[in-house]
């Protein structure tokens, strides 16, 4: 028996079959990056953001971008066009460290010179004060889709979560799969959680902690001048990166009060330190739904500490808007703690 010809043809078996495996991936293009796949009717298909997300943010059919982690992500780009006039993506990311914040805006701005808003959720990401902070989650972050050389992607792609991703993607075209995400971005991802239960909320926020909540002004502060935020400094890159002319609202997002009762003082002087950030700033709007007031004592309106209800998005959507529009947001859950001047 031959045995060196068995193997050249088992090689060459192989090599083919991993040829049409690699043309299959490139044709059916998942992350839209391939520089020569055919004109599809594509949608964001992988269920890592940040995989999705580069080829929205270089969508030339946008020019307002909402970002942050998933305190931002129920903001409905639709919605706040509808009442900006405005073409909104949201690419809020789960759990999106300050540095991937950071490269998913660099991409937008790069292809979006003439960008009209900017919303940015700050949260305890910006806020923190670890003086080492993460650049990167669990979750795989590919540098290679955040450059504007789309053909050194190819050689990322050779892999099988790329092959699972095309065959979700002709799933998707044949009709026999929804998109992950909608083409600006968005995704109700309460949608897939189970029916409201209030027990099951109340341990999730309170543990077995008292469920009474104090009242808390939570004001900026500059009372630690010692302390350090170091995110911080990526916020002050990412402010002074965006278009002079496109008008930015940074949002404190409304976490549960029991969560916000753990940290006063550290929200107080973030927010103190984020008016300081953007005082040299003419076109930016500092929004704050994060202190304890009524909606944000209300448990019906969240499913844990950090992540509220579509019905206050829905809200928060109407005051972004109007801070957009150079309006005064309604009073009673929201204060404005810098105007556009």
């Known amino acids: 028996m031959d045995y060196a010809r068995i193997l050249r043809r088992l090689l060459l078996f192989a090599a083919l079959f991993a040829g049409v495996l690699y043309a299959f991936i490139l044709v059916l293009d998942p992350y839209q990056n391939v520089p020569f796949s055919p004109d599809l009717p594509r949608a964001p298909i992988a269920t890592n953001q940040r995989f999705s997300y580069p080829a929205v943010a270089r969508d030339p059919r946008f020019d307002a971008l909402v970002m942050g982690t998933s305190t931002s992500r129920l903001l409905d780009p639709a919605r706040l066009g509808e009442l900006t006039g405005a073409r909104f993506a949201n690419l809020a990311m789960n759990s999106a460290t300050a540095y991937e914040q950071r490269r998913i805006h660099e991409l937008f701005v790069r292809h979006h010179a003439d960008m009209r808003f900017l919303v940015l959720g700050v949260d305890e990401v910006w806020c923190t004060r670890k003086t080492d902070p993460e650049q990167y989650t669990f979750r795989a972050f ?12 190819l050689g990322y792609l050779f ?3 790329a092959l699972e991703d095309a065959v979700r993607m002709l799933e998707l075209l044949l009709g026999k799969r929804e998109p992950k995400y909608r083409r600006d971005g968005y995704r ?3 949608a897939d ?9 109340a341990r999730r926020i309170y ?29 002050a890159g990412i402010l002074d990166a965006t278009p002079p002319a496109t008008t930015v609202v940074l949002v404190f997002p409304p976490l549960h009060a029991h ?15 984020v008016l300081d950030l953007v005082a040299p700033h003419e076109n930016v709007v500092v929004l704050d739904y994060l202190y304890v007031n009524a909606l944000t004592r209300e448990d019906r309106n969240y499913w844990d500490p950090l992540h509220f209800a579509r ?12 801070a957009l529009r150079g309006r005064e947001p309604r009073a009673g859950h929201v204060r404005t703690l810098a105007r556009v001047r």
């Open 188 to 190: 109700d991802f309460t």
């Open 207 to 235: 543990g077995q902690g008292s469920t009474r909540v104090p009242d808390l002004p939570v004001m900026p502060s500059r009372a630690h001048p010692g302390w350090r935020f170091a995110q911080l400094d990526v916020l």
């Open 142 to 153: 590919p540098e290679w889709m955040y450059d504007e050389n789309r053909w050194n992607d």
């Open 193 to 201: 959680f189970p029916p409201w239960d209030a027990a099951a909320v």
């Open 311 to 322: 019905a206050v998005s829905v809200r928060m959507e109407s005051d972004i808007a109007a």
């Open 259 to 273: 969560y916000i009762a753990r940290l006063p003082e550290v929200f107080a002087e973030c927010k103190g330190r």
């Open 159 to 161: 892999n099988d979560k």
